[in-house]
């Protein structure tokens, strides 16, 4: 077992607090920077931390989130934000060189792919509760799907923006307050 | 193309193709409610326009039934105030009444409506302020005073009727009580001396 150094730690543990307190926070629908903490967490600890993070926030967030208890969908949540954090660690292992405005617009697009990710699973888990009550499957996904169409595209294009102009900012000064290295060296960060 | 690009922009097209599928999918969904919507509204509408022109006719009918029967109605109760027009006027005679005060002030009372078998002293009684004597059954009733100008040793109160076929006025020789008036009589009350007799009639 790797062990983390104790400003690591520090780190991991404030960002952990900052998201869960974020993620209760009430705010919009579909507004949020749960995912991109999370991904933050995935970039510069790797995928494990990314993971746990995700399924620590989820299921905090299942039970006390402002909207009310997540029930069914809690599984679907906590499925979603895995991935967002997976996602996080394997992003951290292909990137290489500094970071430009090319970069911003690939943690743009990463953050509107993973967060359409998680808007799929999370339908999904509605057109589980739609398949309980009768539904066909087929029907059941494509009706929760165009139900919360909006809601997803406010969703994704929120992100989009989010992770296209924070990601790499504080990518770089966390990079700084842990170890001083310079953010994206050109060969895939160590922590 | 550097296949790293190449990659993001793949992902890029993904998920603007998969959202403006499920944007596309949601509108065609909200069409669908609305056509729907519209549909049923415009059904409602027609049936109410239907119901509303059966109401319309309806109402038209009962309006014409009620203006008939009121119009009847109206008829009957229009002849009925007519045979009663009839009926008093049968049982009812009109007057004219002169009132002179002796100082030159004198007033008409013309087409007065009294009952028949009205006197000249009813006629008086009926249109002004009076006093008057009961001299009994076979004496009759004497005017006293009309309007607070009363009898005294000199002057006094005296009835007259007008004589159309000979086209003067009368003094009678009996009281006012005693003269039975007829349909168009002409009777007048004066205010006059009993210094030259008989007075001079009212003009």
Known sequence: ?191 | MEKRTFTYVALGLLVWAISGTVVAGYYFAQYKTYQNEYENLASELNTLSGAVVDLSDTLSGTMENVSENFTGEFNTLSGSMKDLSEIMESISLKVNILLSYGNGTKTWHNNTALPLGSTAFTAILAVTDIEYKDYGEDLGILVTSVNGRGNNSTHGWLYWYWDAQNAKWVLPEYAASKYILHRGDTIAFAYESYAMWPPPPPT
């Open chain 1, 1 to 191: 077992m790797r062990l983390l150094p104790t400003r690591h730690l520090v780190l991991l543990i404030v960002l952990s607090a900052l998201c869960v307190g974020i993620q209760l926070t009430p705010r919009p629908p579909n507004v949020e920077f749960t995912s991109l903490v999370v991904f933050l967490v995935g970039a510069i600890f790797g995928i494990s931390f990314g993971a746990t993070l995700g399924i620590l926030v989820m299921f905090i967030n299942g039970f006390f989130s402002p909207w009310g208890f997540a029930g069914l969908m809690l599984p679907f949540q906590v499925t979603g934000m895995v991935i967002v954090g997976v996602g996080g660690g394997l992003y951290r292992r292909t990137r290489v060189g500094l970071y430009d405005s090319a970069s911003c617009i690939e943690a743009a697009v990463l953050g509107a792919f993973l967060t359409l990710i998680y808007d799929i699973i999370t339908n999904f888990g509605v057109a589980v509760s739609y398949m309980l009550i009768g539904m066909p499957i087929s029907l059941a996904f494509v009706n929760a799907v165009i139900s919360g169409a909006l809601f997803s595209v406010i969703h994704v294009v929120s992100n989009t923006f989010v992770f296209g102009l924070t990601f790499f900012p504080l990518t770089n000064v966390l990079q700084k307050l842990i170890g001083g290295e310079k953010t994206w060296k050109k060969e895939p960060l160590l922590t």
